[in-house]
């Protein structure tokens, strides 16, 4: 199985800028796409960013300009560089990879989530 962790959630101010970070750990044979989602109260999960094992990019366009993806491979790790931080981008965010199981298999797995809070 994979357990994917994800850090650098919190309080910050409009107009700041926050770093998440994703590790994938267990058993597969390769992470292939990584990406980070979102979801704010009442409303329902939605696309933030994606990115290939090659490293191609896809953006939600609330987010194009101000946030970027990027990812280590050899570390298994993904990160969400968020700057100019505005209040609706307060959600929690979520950690997603699909693990190439078998050469035949691959599966999606979710982290448990980090708090973004933006607020004066």
């Known amino acids: 199985q994979v357990q994917l962790v994800e850090s650098g959630g919190g309080l910050v101010q409009p107009g700041e800028s926050l770093r998440l970070s994703c590790t994938a750990s267990g058993t597969y044979f390769s992470i292939n796409a990584m990406g980070w989602y979102r979801q704010a109260p009442g409303k329902q999960r939605e696309l933030v960013a994606t990115i290939t094992s090659g490293g191609s990019t896809n953006y939600a366009d609330s987010v194009k300009g101000r946030f970027a993806i990027s990812r280590d491979n050899a570390k298994n790790t993904v990160y969400l560089q968020m700057n100019s931080l505005k209040s609706e981008d307060t959600a929690v965010y979520y950690c997603?990879?699909?693990?190439?199981?078998?050469?035949?298999?691959?599966?999606?797995?979710w982290g448990q989530g980090t708090q973004v809070t933006v607020s004066s």
């Open positions: 997603n990879a699909f693990a190439k199981l078998t050469p035949t298999l691959s599966r999606p797995y």
